[in-house]
């Protein structure tokens, strides 16, 4: 294990670091991609990195409860290789309706003296028809997979519903559950009571099926109103809350050359403001399940989640930064 710290940490990420993020990114898809197809080498991969501590929510079985979070295979091209990580389930998407290329590039930053990201991707993505010809092509695998579904962005507010339930639709018995994503910080122009917003999405999805475990994803940059209008809302509705997405606030790093850059920033920083959004979910919403995203880097920052509530923790960043031994190092193994 040591071994493969030292690998990580001292050749590989020293060289990736040198190379544009984005670019970085797409060729570990693509590798992961490839390893995919020989079950020899992800068995081996599999036996070495699996961490076994089962764990039930809303009557899914989970190997562990960290999982990797939405973002980094987007297009559900290689979950089924990234889950012999140790992955005791995996997200993939933000996925829409139709395609979409999303912002002009560069559009992802790293910030390695604050273990941090910035991301203005924009929800480019394939499309929900091609995302599930990946996921029919691969067959189930022994893994619970989350799908997290989002708006067109060319899709008007007051309609998003339509176009969010129509990507379900499409979707929904590709997933074990879904994650609604209704926060992200690079699409504009939102207008309507975030309370309202919401209420449409999940009644337009519970009607096309409502036996599906659904999750809304909240904004960290939420105001306490709002978070205790939607928890409750998620509570009545018997949806869960995933919390939560990147931040617009630049108050939370000292490195000052972002402040004029557009995007959503993860990492390390958010750490304190994820637990203090956990807590007063729980106050809101005690029974619903909630995932923990956001600055989890260590077994403390688990217990600390777990004592405000959470009751599974998606991680992203810190994967970037710890490497493929982050999944064992979180759970102690």
């Not at 928890?231 to 000292?254: P, Q, W």
């Amino acid at each position: 294990m040591k071994t493969i710290d030292f690998l990580y940490k001292k050749i590989v990420r020293p060289i990736a670091f040198k190379i544009d993020p984005e670019k970085v990114h797409d060729m570990a898809i693509l590798k992961f991609k490839i390893a995919s197809n020989f079950n020899f080498f992800k068995k081996i991969v599999s036996n070495y990195f699996t961490v076994n501590s089962p764990i039930s929510i809303s009557g899914l079985n989970f190997k562990n409860p960290i999982g990797l979070s939405a973002g980094f295979d987007k297009n559900g091209e290689a979950y089924d290789f990234l889950k012999c990580l140790g992955f005791g389930f995996i997200e993939i998407g933000s996925v829409t309706l139709k395609p979409q290329k999303g912002n002009p590039k560069p559009r992802l930053w790293r910030i390695p003296e604050e273990k941090a990201l910035v991301n203005h991707f924009g929800l480019n993505n394939i499309g929900a028809y091609e995302v599930l010809r990946n996921i029919e092509k691969k067959g189930k695998e022994e893994i619970v997979l989350g799908i997290n579904i989002s708006k067109n962005n060319d899709t008007e507010f007051e309609i998003a519903h339509k176009n969010i339930s129509e990507c379900f639709k499409i979707l929904k018995d590709a997933g074990d559950f879904f994650v609604i994503n209704i926060s992200c910080p690079n699409v504009k122009g939102f207008t309507e009571s975030l309370k309202d917003y919401s209420k449409k999405i999940i009644e337009s999805v519970k009607e096309i099926d409502d036996k599906k475990i659904v999750f809304i994803k909240i904004s960290p940059d939420i105001l306490d109103e709002d978070l205790k209008d939607i928890s409750e809302l998620c509570e009545k509705t018997k949806t869960g809350i995933v919390a939560s997405n990147t931040t617009k606030r630049r108050d939370l790093i000292k490195t000052r050359k972002f402040d004029s850059i557009e995007g959503g920033l993860s990492g390390k920083p958010l750490s304190k403001i994820n637990i203090e959004t956990i807590e007063k979910i729980r106050s809101f919403a005690p029974n619903i399940p909630v995932i923990a995203s956001g600055g989890i880097f260590d077994k403390n920052d688990i217990q600390l989640r777990k004592k405000a509530g959470a009751n599974l923790f998606e991680i992203y960043t810190s994967f970037i930064y710890e490497g493929p031994l982050q999944v064992r190092n979180l759970l102690g193994q």
